[in-house]
């Protein structure tokens, strides 16, 4: 049986822009764990926006996934 869940809405202003996300969270108890995929789809999101804004003003990012510069 699926846990009672709530609906969600949650907006962020960034330096870039506003991020938002839509999602349905339990109404008990979980496992923190169960935060992680949420949390990395905002950040992946926080991402992507600042790299659609940096590339909107004529910039360009000169590090790549798997140059080590900043992971």
């Avoid at 979980?30 to 905002?42: A, E, G, K, N």
């Avoid at 950040?43 to 510069?69: F, H, P």
Wanted: with cysteine; net charge positive.
């Amino acid at each position: 049986m699926t846990p009672p869940t709530e609906h969600l809405n949650l907006s962020i202003n960034t330096t870039s822009g506003k991020l938002q996300a839509r999602m349905d969270v339990p109404t008990g108890f979980i496992p923190i764990t169960d935060l992680v995929p949420v949390v990395r789809s905002l950040g992946e999101q926080a991402q992507a926006l600042e790299v659609s804004t940096t590339l909107q003003s004529g910039k360009k990012i000169s590090c790549q996934k798997g140059c080590a510069a900043c992971c």
